[in-house]
């Protein structure tokens, strides 16, 4: 079982290179970020070409998350309770194949002593107080998307320089513990001991040439799940601009490959 999260950047910008990355790994699952499309404008008629159905959470324009699968997603629930912003597109939770999904895309957070930074670490909290009160750790769950989050100093391509500031700060840090404390493994994390891999590169001053990487997209999953992991791989061909039609996402896709359930 393939399992991808990608934060997308809009998913009508990247229909081609979303339609081709379904051909070119033919996932089980696929979680989505940052759509930035209402649940009516989400391209499901191609999506369903492909093969694929979809579970949607949409936002005209910004944020958004979905979930694609090749079997029946059940179970779909929205949002979460307790989200200090509850009128943003962020959560979508669904069951695929036994396997609880939650797609995520947490708060960007802007700068440390904003208060966009400050909303950040609450939603982080609540987020994981959900969860908490939702699942159990042996659960089959799995949380994957746009963490915004480096959790240490290997996810940073340059980690003095980025010392302190959003992404990378020890408090968001210490919010990503929290949720591996409670029973979660990051699963890239166990199958390679870093630095990377990363999974975004900025736009600007040619970030993904100079390896200028962070490891801000993550799957996190409970033992039952990440014990069945048997491979984890960044597809970087796909944030190569030549690779596909169109311009990239400035996030490249997280593959996990999972076992068969006992």
Same mark, same amino acid.
């Given at each position: 079982?393939?399992?991808?999260?990608?934060?997308?950047?809009?998913?009508?910008?990247?229909?081609?290179?979303?339609?081709?990355?379904?051909?070119?790994?033919?996932?089980?699952?696929?979680?989505?970020?940052?759509?930035?499309?209402?649940?009516?404008?989400?391209?499901?008629?191609?999506?369903?070409?492909?093969?694929?159905?979809? =579970?949607?959470?949409?936002?005209?324009?910004?944020?958004?998350?979905?979930?694609?699968?090749?079997?029946?997603?059940?179970?779909?629930?929205?949002?979460?309770?307790?989200?200090?912003?509850?009128?943003?597109?962020?959560? =979508?939770s669904?069951?695929?194949?036994?396997?609880?999904?939650?797609?995520?895309?947490?708060?960007?957070?802007?700068?440390?002593?904003?208060?966009?930074?400050?909303?950040?670490l609450?939603?982080?909290?609540?987020?994981?107080?959900?969860?908490?009160?939702?699942?159990?750790?042996?659960?089959?769950?799995? =949380?994957?998307?746009?963490?915004?989050?480096?959790?240490?100093?290997?996810?940073?391509?340059?980690?003095?320089?980025?010392?302190?500031?959003n992404?990378?700060? $020890?408090? $968001?840090?210490?919010?990503?513990?929290?949720?591996l404390?409670w029973?979660?493994?990051?699963?890239?994390?166990?199958?390679?001991?870093?630095?990377?891999?990363?999974?975004?590169?900025?736009?600007?001053?040619?970030?993904?040439?100079?390896?200028?990487?962070?490891?801000?997209?993550?799957?996190?999953?409970?033992?039952?799940?990440?014990?069945?992991?048997?491979?984890?791989?960044?597809?970087?061909?796909?944030?190569?601009p030549?690779?596909?039609?169109?311009?990239?996402?400035?996030?490249?896709p997280?593959?996990?490959?999972?076992?068969?359930?006992?």
């Open positions: 079982m393939n399992v991808i999260t990608w934060n997308v950047n809009s998913v009508h910008a990247r229909l081609p290179r979303l339609i081709a990355l379904l051909a070119r790994h033919q996932p089980d699952v696929l979680c989505l970020q940052e759509t930035k499309t209402t649940d009516a404008g989400f391209p499901a008629a191609e999506v369903a070409a492909a093969g694929y159905q979809a =579970v949607v959470h949409g936002q005209a324009g910004r944020n958004g998350v979905a979930v694609l699968a090749r079997t029946p997603l059940t179970d779909a629930s929205y949002g979460f309770a307790g989200d200090p912003v509850p009128e943003q597109a962020r959560v =979508v669904v069951t695929a194949g036994g396997l609880r999904v939650v797609s995520a895309y947490v708060v960007n957070g802007k700068a440390t002593g904003t208060p966009e930074y400050e909303l950040k609450r939603w982080l909290d609540a987020f994981a107080g959900w969860l908490r009160g939702t699942r159990q750790p042996m659960g089959r769950l799995i =949380v994957a998307g746009d963490f915004n989050v480096t959790p240490d100093d290997r996810d940073v391509y340059d980690p003095q320089a980025w010392r302190g500031r992404l990378c700060s $020890e408090p $968001e840090r210490q919010r990503v513990r929290g949720l404390d029973g979660l493994t990051d699963l890239a994390r166990a199958h390679s001991p870093g630095p990377g891999p990363y999974t975004f590169w900025d736009y600007r001053a040619g970030a993904f040439h100079r390896g200028w990487g962070l490891r801000i997209d993550l799957a996190l999953a409970t033992a039952p799940v990440a014990a069945r992991c048997t491979a984890v791989a960044v597809d970087r061909d796909e944030r190569k030549a690779f596909g039609p169109g311009k990239p996402s400035d996030h490249a997280l593959i996990v490959t999972l076992a068969p359930d006992a």
